[in-house]
């Protein structure tokens, strides 16, 4: 590895470009030790030189101005040459450079339009040895199929190779039949093929996930991997193209250290999130960056439409990354710290995702067709609620336990007594006199192994001057639950072309519509199909006797959702069409312009239809609803690269761009009631209500961005990215700050001193600082306004709506990173470790008001918190060999969150924050929304009342839950520990993939346990109880953790907030299981194709989980809490992949 | 170099052209709110703050269902049966401070204050318009803050908690006042009485009775004064509330509605017993949580009257539950062994305009008034004007007992069956043990009072929580 990049580039455009950072790694891979090449790729035009004593630099100029070629060599190696003087007339290149390095030890070698330029000593040797060889010849292709140009072929232990040549051709003259070829790529893995009596070898690379000379997207442009001095982990698209997750972003679970992903729902396209090293903020937003190609993009939800109904939100979300189809993708990188994310400015503070799309391909127009088709059920299964026996069982136990005594009756004779007095509202009565008919809710809901399909077709090619890269996709997932199902079409067309040497063009164009049909969920009741099992009786049948959906049914205030999930609608529709174009000009040399222009116009489509029959839609003979939202986003990018080189050894590139965003948000809202008929589900239709509603959101960001890059002959690099960036969040004074982050790394593997070190193939430290900010909070949040949306007896209504703080301004984080990378034993085992320390402070924090200001908070600039962690990553080359490789990847982070200072009040004394009250706080000392409630000391055997600690830690116990105390329970709501382990084997054309990610450190609460579990009315009469009821304390010295059957609707509050039901989130899954086959090349030719895979894969297998008591997903939203919301879901998807 | 210059000025002037970055360029476009300090121009402005504030009441938080409710189910006269689980913890008088509805009350209450708060302490310097129209504005404004204060006190306040040192609720005089006004403490009962009845008088004194709305959906004098009367009688300073009750009765714009119409004007808007009403359109209230919905529907009825009620009418009683095709009060028809009041808030349309202040309370009010002063015979004259109108038998005697009856009978599911039990020191009586499930609480429990939400004492230090929470 040593001298590795120790290059003087002459052409700044080879820094700017992804193909052409492939090719100059593969002259750098020749230039680490590779000695043997053949010219090739002579292109056509002559020249004529005369020349007087000039050094062969100036040579090499004259040729670069004339032609379209470009010379790349070792500075060291062309001094002390002689002065030259050439005199040529049409004279083809190979002429030209015969004649220019005569009498040097050089040669030269022509790789398209690149020439390099090495010392030709070695060669020399090589062919002295000749004679005693054996000749082998073959052809590099990567695992689709596509040759690869470029690649080393070396005879292992010897520093015998070649590169192979455009067409991914290679032949070589090997020492015998036990020689072992080595086979490399940058981005690939390193393959090792015994030659054996095989004289003709088609050798197939894998990408690498872990590679050292990666090429890493970054800030607005792409570094080599030693060249970066930030903390970022880069997944290819490959490793995430064939998950079956309807948004990208859930596929990166367990892929990367310190991110950790939680699902607000397991309903197809819903919006997840995403936390890069933990919470940085209080109230304002978490969620990082979306950067697509270059670009930053609105992410978030598209739909967050709902109620807010007994303080929880119904809702119903759709992210804006279900859009974009996987398998377009070519890579995403997670940036993490300052150094990383500084580019992208304040709105980076939380991390970013950097999606970089496929590009166009030159050569042969290359077909990738996938197809996979599969079926999936919940991974978890939840709770399941009490049957009919079950439930008039523990129904008459609740009544003899309150009423017997004192009544005088026993327990044979409750249901006598329920009939007298009317207990049951005759819920009981009913189901009785109709001979106590089975009804299964949880069945009746449940969607089994609900089908998910995936079809995509790809083209890619292109020549010289343009290349292009299209796709079409289609996605169907239904939900596990009846009436909910996913549906989307993608197109893309991306496309290049040079209009001249120096100008180079690309537009690329997405359009996509996702349909999702599904109904509200983080509710209770209706809305909900899950909860349908806990709030339907089971003495209520769901169909009647004749098998049609039962409407009839009386005592109980529940629709049928099986006839809602039919009759009513509730879909989101969002077409979005993104289109991206970029033009970038080589005014003069390394001196580059760039302007980029992306448009992204959303416009989505939300509506609900309640029917005239049953349901809430009854009482006003049909209601419907319909919004409308149209999203435009504009970022217009305009910058300049210019790359000085100092003294040979020095090189220095500069960045200024300017960035302008703007997004207007305008949303249309329509209702109606009251329909004529059945079938008609428009506004239109409605005769009667109707009522219009509008809102109309814009904001904008200006920036100007400097970036300075120093690089010291790969050795030392140093960068400082500075951000002067503008909010229209906040009030005119207060819009700008500016933001910095400085890096700096020391390659040290290509120090001397550790070059003879064998086994260290690459040890690099690095680390940063940096300032950066957020402005992630409401839209004109700034501002003390009126609102103009009410009305009172048909006059429009003015009411205060905003408190305002004309002072508000960036919040901001000072971010610290210092991390190694190392390789050792060739790369065998690789990986990083990095430690960060984060501190966000002027927090931009919802600061709760006293309501007798009629608002219940403002927003401030107070507060800090800290977040601090270690990542770690290896990875191992466990076995490789020919037909066996066997390859293993950990990583692994911890989390340290704690809040360091709040708001205070007139008094001095701390405003905490907390998003459910008798649950969770956030307090200095302590992790942010800290859980802190009542403890659960179980129940009392003696009598079988629940039982709680006075002072909320241990001791004295009450069955008094009011005058028990909160307490702080040590644990958040985020995971203090995460990771991700996987899995390669390959075993000729088998293979098997399996990842596995875990979780823990924190604590989740179960959020609708208040009904479902309570020993009382609320579970036996208004909803439904939870079969783990009929464990319940029956007789003195029962040990159990559900209290006596009472009478009250509550309970006596067992079931309210308390630890009970409080529970550890520790989890390890299996995410995924591949299991595959390849089809050999010999095959292929015969089918005239490129490629060919067939595999199964198995998502969400299997789970472990730590707290027992949890029925539960435990994977759940950030906030901690686990509802009844759709879990994720346990797929077999059987998929194939070709290539033609 | 002449040419690296020229390409040097087209970089630069490219790099910058697309961001044409001057100021407005950040400037957010206010499309449908407006900023506070600049907007408040016009009578116009005043007046659509006071529709807000308005709109506001109506909210089912405040008078559009809770608060009402909150009279009835903590009473001998309905209950929440927790069908839908609405309002149980109410219902049950077993409330913890993090209860949702003690939260939401006085959430939305303080809304109505921060808006009157609004106009009161408009600069009337920039305000063009009629100094008389802007006064009748800010004198409405002064009347509602009173009311939502009231309001306050009564639900919150310790008057009638034994051991609750009667501390009353923060009197908030001023929308984003000084520093001080972000933490406020509270006041205490005798304060917010104090001030509730400065606040009745400032209003009378700047509104006109030329300027008083007709269609009783605004406040009005005559309003404020019975406001005034319903004050005093509840603080039972009987001489102020036989005064401000003659002072309405005196106006002659006001009679007990007809025993025949009776049951119609709870459809009617305006009708001639309403002194103050709070409008509503159609679209006003999600259904579900509109009061029709809460007493009248099996699906999400959730508050049903108890049968003991029943026994309290005469068989001719039009406010009963016996007269054919009148009946106010009657069995659920598709669960018939629930009892609903029907008769009052009965549109599912929710169109029905709820009176907060009807005629019959005034006369109540004085014949209380002037019994409490010592003139049980002109207290005999007035009890009786109410039930002479309704096909009901007449008293003989003016007493509390016989007053305090026919204020159940007139005013059950209005809200007030509480507040007459608590004023007048009684303990919640318990008709039906079976359905009532506080357990009839004594005079003085802390139940009496609802919790200092959690909310609130986790903002502001200064506050008090209540005894007992």
Same mark, same amino acid.
């Given at each position: ?276 090293? @933990? ?10 960056? /979306?950067? +697509? ?42 940036? $993490? ?24 391909? *030159? @050569? ?7 197809? *996979? ?56 009565? =009913? ?15 449940? *969607? ?103 409407? *009839? ?226 839209? #004109? ?9 009410? =009305? ?99 990583? /692994? ?30 307090? %200095? ?27 909320? %830690? ?98 006596? $509050? ?87 | ?38 907007? +408040? ?135 984003? @006042? ?8 509270? #006041?205490? %009962? ?51 509330? $036989? ?140 009890? #009786? ?23 159940? $009978? ?55 929580? =209540?005894?007992?929470?």
């Amino acid at each position: 590895m040593k001298n590795f990049l120790h290059v003087s580039f002459r052409d700044s455009r080879i820094r700017r470009n992804f193909l052409i950072l492939m090719k100059l790694s593969l002259i750098l891979s020749m230039v680490l030790g590779v000695i043997s090449a053949q010219a090739n790729g002579q292109k056509e035009g002559t020249f004529s030189l005369k020349l007087e004593n000039v050094s062969i630099e100036n040579v090499f100029r004259e040729i670069e101005k004339s032609s379209n070629y470009r010379f790349i060599y070792q500075v060291d190696d062309l001094k002390g040459l002689n002065q030259i003087s050439i005199d040529l007339k049409d004279a083809d290149i190979n002429n030209v450079l015969t004649e220019c390095l005569k009498g040097s030890q050089l040669e030269s070698l022509i790789e398209n339009e690149y020439i390099i330029i090495r010392k030709s000593m070695e060669v020399k040797t090589i062919k002295a040895i000749e004679v005693s060889l054996i000749n082998i010849k073959g052809k590099v292709l990567d695992k689709d199929g596509i040759s690869l140009p470029g690649a080393t072929v070396l005879e292992e232990g010897t520093s015998n190779g070649v590169i192979t040549d455009q067409n991914g051709n290679f032949s070589l003259k090997v020492t015998g039949s036990a020689s072992v070829l080595k086979v490399s790529f940058i981005g690939f893995e390193t393959q090792f093929i015994e030659v054996g009596d095989k004289t003709e070898f088609s050798i197939v690379l894998n990408p690498s996930a872990t590679s050292l000379n990666e090429v890493i997207v970054v800030g607005y442009g792409t570094k080599g991997k030693n060249e970066i001095t930030g903390s970022t982990v880069q997944v290819s698209g490959a490793q995430l193209a064939q998950i079956p997750v309807a948004s990208v972003d859930q596929a990166l679970q367990g892929k990367v250290a310190g991110l950790t992903i939680s699902a607000t729902s397991g309903t197809p396209g819903s919006f997840q999130d995403i936390r890069i090293r @933990g919470m940085g903020s209080l109230t304002a937003g978490n969620d990082p960056l /979306f950067v +697509i190609d270059g670009v930053p993009m609105i992410s978030g939800s598209v739909s967050n439409v709902g109620t807010t109904s007994w303080g929880t939100s119904v809702r119903s979300s759709l992210t804006s990354l279900a859009s974009l189809n996987s398998a377009d993708i070519e890579s995403i990188t997670i940036l $993490k710290d300052a150094s990383a994310t500084s580019a992208y400015g304040a709105r980076g503070s939380n991390g970013v995702i950097v999606i970089t799309t496929k590009k166009g391909k *030159s @050569g042969k127009t290359q077909f990738d067709f996938s197809a *996979s088709h599969g079926f999936q059920n919940d991974a978890t299964k939840g709770r399941l609620a009490l049957n009919g026996a079950q439930r008039e069982e523990l129904l008459l136990e609740a009544i003899y336990n309150t009423y017997g005594q004192a009544n005088g009756f026993s327990e044979a004779e409750a249901y006598s007594y329920v009939v007298a007095k009317n207990k049951d509202n005759r819920t009981l009565q =009913n189901w009785v006199n109709a001979g106590r008919p089975f009804a299964d809710w949880n069945e009746a809901v449940d *969607s089994k192994n609900a089908p998910v399909q995936n079809v995509s077709l790809s083209a890619t090619g292109g020549d010289d001057l343009q290349s292009f890269y299209a796709s079409f996709s289609y996605n169907k997932t239904e939900a596990t639950v009846i009436g909910n199902d996913f549906k989307r079409v993608t197109g893309v067309l991306s496309y290049g072309r040079k209009f001249r040497n120096n100008l180079t063009f690309s537009t690329r164009a997405n359009v996509s519509n996702n349909h999702q049909t599904g109904f509200l969920e983080g509710g209770r009741q209706f809305a909900n199909p899950r909860a349908a099992a806990f709030f339907m009786s089971p003495w209520i049948t769901p169909y009647d006797e004749d098998g049609n959906i039962n409407i *009839s049914y009386k005592g109980s205030v529940y629709y049928n959702y099986l006839y809602l999930a039919k009759h009513d609608i509730t879909y989101n529709d969002l077409t979005r069409a993104i289109s991206n174009s970029n033009i970038e000009w080589e005014i003069v040399k390394n001196l580059k312009f760039k302007s980029r222009i992306s448009l992204d116009y959303a416009i989505s489509e939300y509506k609900v239809y309640r029917n005239r029959i049953h349901g809430d839609g009854k009482a006003l003979n049909g209601s419907s609803s319909d919004q409308i939202e149209r999203n435009f986003n504009y970022v217009a990018q305009n910058s300049l690269d210019y790359l000085m080189v100092y003294k040979e050894n020095h090189r220095i590139s500069v960045t200024a761009l300017l960035e302008y965003q703007k997004n207007k948000q305008n949303r249309l809202t329509g209702y109606g009631e009251n329909f004529p008929a059945d079938g008609l589900t428009n506004i239109d239709n409605a005769g009667s209500n109707y009522q219009a509603g509008s809102s109309f959101y814009d904001w904008s960001n200006l920036s100007y961005l400097g970036m300075v890059n120093y690089n010291y002959l790969g050795r030392y690099i140093a960068d400082f990215t500075i951000r002067r960036e503008g909010s229209s969040r906040f009030e005119a004074a207060n819009r700008y700050g500016t933001f910095w982050a400085a890096g700096a790394a020391w390659n040290m593997s290509q120090e001397k001193f550790l070059s003879d070190i064998d086994w260290i193939s690459n040890l690099r430290v690095r680390a940063s600082y940096g300032l950066s900010g957020s402005s992630a909070i409401g839209i #004109n949040g700034y501002q003390a306004s009126l609102a103009y949306d009410a =009305n009172y007896i048909g006059n429009g209504a003015i009411y205060t709506n905003q408190y305002g703080n004309s002072e508000l301004t960036w919040e901001k984080n000072k971010n610290s990173d210092i991390g190694i990378d190392f390789g050792f034993f060739d790369n065998a085992i690789s990986g990083s470790f990095a430690y960060f320390h984060k501190k966000t402070y002027d927090l931009l924090q919802n600061v709760p008001l006293s309501r007798s200001t009629g608002h219940s908070s403002y927003t401030e600039n107070v507060g800090a918190m800290v977040n601090k962690g270690i990542e770690f990553i290896v990875a191992f080359d466990i076995l490789k060999s020919k037909d066996l490789n066997i390859n293993a990847s950990f990583n /692994f982070a911890t989390l340290d969150n704690e809040v360091t200072e709040l708001a205070y009040d007139g008094n001095g004394v701390e405003i905490s924050i907390s998003n459910s009250i008798d649950k969770n706080k956030s307090s %200095v000392g302590h992790t942010a929304y800290e859980w802190y409630m009542i403890k659960w000391a179980g129940v009392d055997p003696a009598n079988g009342l629940p039982l709680w600690y006075v002072n909320g %830690v241990d001791g004295e116990t009450t069955s008094n839950y009011s005058i028990a105390a909160q307490a702080w329970q040590g644990k958040g709501p985020l995971p203090t520990y995460s990771g991700g382990m996987s899995l390669h084997v390959d075993y000729k054309n088998f293979f098997v993939d399996a990842n596995a990610s875990f979780q823990g450190g924190n604590a989740i609460y179960e959020m609708w346990t208040n009904l479902y579990m309570v020993n009382g009315t609320q579970a036996l009469l208004s909803f439904n109880g939870a079969a783990e009821l009929m464990n319940r304390w029956q007789n003195p010295g029962d040990i159990t953790d559900i209290p006596k059957m009472v009478w009250s609707s509550d309970g006596n $509050k067992s079931a309210n907030t308390s630890t009970r039901f409080l529970y550890d989130g520790d989890y390890m899954r299996l995410k995924d299981l591949v299991f595959g086959y390849d089809f050999s090349k010999s095959i292929l030719s015969k089918l005239k194709i490129n490629g060919l895979k067939v595999y199964v894969r198995g998502t969400n297998l299997l789970i472990w989980v730590k707290d027992k008591r949890l029925k539960y997903d435990p994977e759940v939203g950030a906030d901690g809490f686990t509802g009844l919301e759709t879990p994720p879901v346990k797929s077999i998807v059987f998929g194939l992949n070709l290539k033609f | 170099m002449m040419k690296k210059f020229i390409y040097s000025i087209i970089a630069i002037t490219l790099l910058v052209s697309v961001t044409s970055c001057d100021k407005e360029s950040l400037e957010p476009t206010l499309a449908q709110i407006k900023d506070v300090a600049t907007s +408040i121009k016009t009578v116009d402005d005043l007046q659509g703050i006071l529709f807000g504030a308005y709109n506001r009441m109506t909210n089912y938080n405040y008078y559009g269902r809770n608060v009402i409710i909150y009279g009835e189910v903590r009473s001998d006269n309905a209950f929440a049966d927790g069908n839908s689980a609405r309002l149980t913890t109410v219902s049950n008088m077993d409330m913890l401070y993090t209860d949702s509805d003690a939260s939401a009350t006085w959430t939305q209450i303080y809304t109505v204050i921060a808006s009157t708060n609004v106009i009161i302490g408009a600069d009337l310097d920039k305000i063009t318009g009629d100094a008389t129209k802007i006064d009748h504005i800010i004198g409405q404004a002064y009347a509602i803050r009173a009311l939502a204060h009231f309001d306050l006190l009564r639900i919150y306040g310790q008057q009638h908690v034994t051991t609750g040192q009667n501390i009353g609720v923060p009197y908030v005089k001023t929308y984003k @006042g000084s520093k001080e006004t972000l933490f406020p403490i509270r #006041n205490t %009962v005798a304060e917010c009485k104090q001030f509730i009845m400065e606040d009745l008088t400032t209003a009378t004194s700047k509104m006109s009775t030329s300027l008083n709305d007709n269609s009783k959906q605004l406040m009005t004098t005559y309003g404020a004064q019975a406001l005034a009367a319903r004050v005093a009688l509840y603080f039972k300073d009987w001489t102020t509330a $036989k005064s401000m009750a003659s002072i309405v009765i005196a106006s002659n714009k006001y009679s007990i509605i007809d025993a025949n119409k009776y049951a119609a004007s709870w459809s009617i808007d305006g009708s001639v017993n309403s002194i103050f009403e709070l409008g509503y359109s159609n679209i006003d209230n999600e259904w579900i949580n509109g009061l029709a919905n809460i007493y009248r529907y099996s699906d999400y009825g959730d508050v049903r009257a108890l049968p003991n009620i029943l026994t309290i009418f005469d068989d001719n009683d039009v406010r009963g539950g016996t007269v054919a095709g009148t009946a106010m009060i009657d069995w659920d028809a598709v669960a018939n062994f629930k009892l609903r009041n029907i008769g009052k808030y009965p549109s599912r349309s929710f169109d029905d305009n709820v009176p907060l202040i009807r005629y019959e309370e005034v006369i109540l009010i004085y014949a209380e008034a002037a019994l409490e002063t010592g003139d049980a015979a002109t207290a005999l004259i007035y009890l #009786n004007m109410v039930p002479a109108k309704r096909g009901a038998n007449l008293y003989t005697i003016a007493d509390k007992d016989n007053i305090l009856l026919e204020r159940r $009978k007139e005013l059950c599911f209005e809200g007030f069956r509480f507040d007459d039990l608590a004023r007048t020191n009684s303990d919640i009586p318990l008709s039906d043990p079976v359905l009532q499930t506080h357990g009839g609480p004594a005079y003085g429990s802390y139940k009496y009072a609802f919790p200092i939400p959690q909310v609130e004492m986790l903002a502001n230090s200064n506050m008090v929580q =209540n005894y007992g929470y």
